[in-house]
């Protein structure tokens, strides 16, 4: 059973940092590309950043480049999401997901296994 647990969300102000994690279970981690996406209340979901299996390919959301950073420990089967120099705007909940490869890392439809998400808070 694939299971995918996202932690390290909270209430943060403006121009702080938070630390998300994701750990996996059930499958071929050190295989697989690893992502972030967001939801903010009456949104729809939005790609935040992704991560090749072996960690070698990162990509981000317009939103978020120079400011957020995605990592993985493959021996951990965990993936990171550092966050810096927060925004109000980037108040929504956080969820990790899974598929095979990179390619097409911004479409919802092609990702296998989700988390089922942290909340984020940026008080401004």
């Known amino acids: 059973q694939v299971q995918l647990v996202e932690s390290g969300g909270g209430l943060v102000q403006a121009g702080g940092s938070l630390r998300l994690s994701c ?5 071929p981690f050190s295989s697989i ?15 935040v950043a992704v991560i ?13 480049k120079g ?5 993985r420990d493959n021996a951990k089967n965990t993936v990171y999401l550092q966050m810096d ?17 990179v390619r097409g890392a911004q479409i919802l439809s092609n990702y296998n296994y989700w988390g089922q998400g942290t909340q984020v808070t940026v008080s401004s």
């Open 23 to 27: 750990v996996a279970s059930g499958l």
């Open 33 to 47: 590309a690893m992502a972030w996406f967001r939801q903010a209340p009456g949104k729809e979901r939005e790609f």
């Open 52 to 64: 090749s299996s072996s960690g070698g390919i990162t990509v981000y959301g317009d939103s978020v």
């Open 67 to 71: 400011r957020f950073t995605i990592s």
């Open 85 to 101: 120099s927060l925004k109000s705007e980037d108040t929504a909940v956080y969820y990790c997901a899974a598929k095979s490869g």
